[in-house]
C-alpha cells in the first residue's frame, strides 16, 4: 500500500536537545512538506521540497532545518533553538508538475519538550 | 497575518441535516481551494477540491461552493452522518507553487 510514514507516533524529548522526526513515502511525490499544528491554529509550514536535494523555507521555519537527500524522504530536525518545540507535526507529499494537486499526510508525530 | 480564515471554531449538526462550513480568505491571487478532514492524532485526508474557474464541485454528500467576488468557500455535508464528526480544513494555493495555506479547521460534530 502506498502512503506516508512518520514516526515515531509520540517524542519525548528535554529541552536542549535536537530531534528528529522521520518522514517516508512511496508514492513517487516529488514535493514534500513539514507542518506543525498547535491547539486552536491551523496547519502551519515550516519547510517544503518540490525536488531532491532543494527545499524551501516555509512561514515558520526558524529553529528547524531538514534535508531532502533521497525522494522518498525528508526529515525534520528540531533544533534546541526552536523556542516551543512541543506540538503535533504532520508530513506530506503531493505530486510537482503543471496542474494542482492535493497533499497527502502522513499519521503525524506528537513532539513533547520538557 | 493568515489569508485563510475559519472563523468558526465549531459546529454542531443534526443527524440528517446539512452542514455548512465556511471558510474566507484574502488573497486574490489564490486559484486553488481544497478541504481536508481530520481525525484526532491522525493526518489530515482530502475530501474535496475546486479550481477558481468553477463556482461548484460536488461529490457525493459533499459540495464546495466558491464565491470569488466575497473570497468566500463553503462545503456542504448533506446529509450529514455522525462518522462526519470531525475537524474540517480549508487550504488554498497559487500559481502552481505547490505551497498550501490552511485555516485554523472547523470541529464538526453531528448528533445522532
Known amino acids: 500500500d502506498g502512503g506516508i510514514t512518520q514516526s515515531p507516533k509520540y517524542l519525548f524529548r528535554k529541552e536542549g536537545q535536537n530531534v528528529t522526526l522521520s518522514c517516508e513515502q512511496n508514492?513517487?511525490?516529488?514535493?514534500m512538506y513539514w507542518y506543525r499544528q498547535d491547539p486552536g491554529q491551523g496547519l502551519r509550514l515550516i519547510y517544503y521540497s518540490q525536488i531532491v536535494n532543494d527545499f524551501q523555507k516555509g512561514d515558520i521555519a526558524e529553529g528547524y532545518s531538514v534535508s531532502r537527500e533521497k525522494k522518498e524522504s525528508f526529515p525534520l530536525t528540531v533544533t534546541s533553538a526552536q523556542k516551543n518545540p512541543t506540538a503535533f507535526y504532520l508530513c506530506a507529499s503531493s505530486i510537482s508538475g503543471t496542474d494542482y494537486y492535493e497533499q497527502y499526510f502522513g499519521p503525524g508525530t506528537r513532539l513533547t519538550v520538557t | 497575518d493568515q489569508q485563510v480564515k475559519q472563523n468558526s471554531p465549531s459546529l454542531s449538526v443534526q443527524e440528517g441535516r446539512i452542514s455548512i462550513l465556511n471558510c474566507d480568505y484574502t488573497n486574490s491571487m489564490f486559484d486553488y481551494f481544497l478541504w481536508y478532514k481530520k481525525y484526532p492524532a491522525e493526518g489530515p485526508t482530502f475530501l474535496i477540491s475546486i479550481s477558481s474557474i468553477k463556482d461548484k464541485n460536488e461529490d457525493g454528500r459533499f459540495t464546495v461552493f466558491l464565491n470569488k467576488s466575497a473570497k468566500h468557500l463553503s462545503l456542504h455535508i448533506v446529509p450529514s452522518q455522525p462518522g462526519d464528526s470531525a475537524v474540517y480544513f480549508c487550504a488554498a494555493e497559487y500559481g502552481n507553487f505547490n505551497k498550501f495555506y490552511f485555516g485554523s479547521g472547523t470541529k464538526l460534530n453531528v448528533k445522532p
Open positions: 508514492l513517487n511525490h516529488d514535493a
